[in-house]
């Protein structure tokens, strides 16, 4: 989940708000440090990260440290009804798609026109349309 989703969502989140975001849990010394620890400073009960979380109790309110996880989501169905509305429609035409005999030209124009319209959610179909596009353009600098 770290590469192609939690890493990019910190990024873009952080990037949206003019901030540069750092995942300190990511560090190899900080793991291998935790790794080292007996295990009562490392889980208690059904407390995980026990020893980080009683170490930053005077700088948190126990309600941040101790609440339960929450996950977030990319707004790519906003992002393609909006602002990459263009890209969503790029992509239904794209040669490189619809040239490897992969993808139907009219399929994907419906595709992405009923998600413009709202009649329909492609928003993640459609951003991995996208990257598949840009990979192969990549892939076939020609094109």
């Known amino acids: 989940w770290l590469p192609g989703d939690i890493l990019t969502k910190?990024?873009?989140?952080?990037?949206?708000?003019?901030?540069?975001?750092?995942?300190?849990?990511?560090?190899?010394r900080l793991i291998e440090f935790a790794a080292r620890?007996?295990?009562?400073?490392?889980?208690?009960?059904t407390t995980g990260k026990w020893l980080l979380?009683?170490?930053?109790?005077?700088?948190?309110?126990?309600?941040?440290?101790?609440?339960?996880k929450q996950g977030?989501?990319?707004?790519?169905?906003?992002?393609?009804?909006?602002?990459l509305a263009g890209e969503a429609r790029a992509v239904a035409a794209s040669e490189l798609l619809?040239?490897?005999?992969?993808?139907?030209?009219k399929a994907l124009s419906r595709f992405a026109d009923d998600h413009i319209s709202g009649r329909s959610d492609h928003?993640?179909?459609l951003w991995q349309l996208l990257m598949l596009e840009r990979s192969l353009r990549h892939l076939a600098p020609s094109a």
């Open 10 to 28: 910190t990024d873009r989140t952080s990037m949206a708000a003019g901030l540069e975001a750092r995942e300190p849990l990511l560090d190899h």
């Open 37 to 45: 620890l007996p295990q009562r400073q490392r889980l208690r009960g």
């Open 53 to 68: 979380k009683h170490t930053m109790e005077r700088y948190l309110p126990e309600d941040i440290l101790y609440r339960r």
């Open 72 to 83: 977030f989501v990319t707004p790519l169905a906003e992002w393609f009804r909006g602002p």
């Open 98 to 105: 619809t040239g490897s005999g992969w993808f139907a030209r």
């Open 123 to 125: 928003g993640r179909v």
